[in-house]
Structure formats: structure tokens, C-alpha cells
């Protein structure tokens, strides 16, 4: 849960069209579905880098940047 939610909220540096564009790219093109949990981060990084080219590590920092800041809740 709390990579999904760190994952979404990197992705909102691309603003909220194509958030929602790259989330059902992401779902169609690669199977990778947030609807549960995230999925393994490789499989996540791997496509993103297909789908934005260099690109992705700007959302990548983003996202590990929120998964440090976000409490871990078991």
C-alpha cells in the first residue's frame, strides 16, 4: 500500500492527464495494475523508462523520495 501511494503521487509531477494516460498505458501495454498493491519497483522502472526514455528518473526520485518520507504502516 504505501509504495502504491508513493508510486501515484510521483507520478503527479506529469500532471493529472497524463498521470491518468501513463497509469492506463502502464495497465494495458505492460500488466502492471495498481488496483491491489505495487507491483515489483523493476517491472515499474523497466516500463516507465520504455514509455518516457530518460524521463523516468525524474518520477523514479520522486517516488523514492516519497516512500522515504511516508510512515511504514504493518
Not at 504505501?2 to 503521487?9: H, L, S, T
Not at 510521483?10 to 498505458?25: D, F, M, V
Not at 520504455?50 to 523516468?56: D, Q
Not at 528518473?57 to 522515504?68: G, I, P, Q
Amino acid at each position: 500500500m504505501r509504495k502504491r501511494r508513493a508510486f501515484e503521487q510521483s507520478l503527479t509531477l506529469l500532471g493529472e492527464p497524463s498521470k491518468k494516460t501513463l497509469l492506463s498505458c502502464l495497465r494495458s501495454e505492460f500488466g502492471i495494475s495498481l488496483a491491489r498493491d505495487c507491483p515489483p519497483v523493476k517491472k515499474i522502472e523497466k516500463a516507465l523508462t520504455t514509455i518516457l526514455g530518460n524521463g523516468a528518473s525524474l518520477v523514479m526520485t520522486e517516488f523514492y523520495r516519497r516512500l522515504e518520507q511516508q510512515p511504514d504502516r504493518r
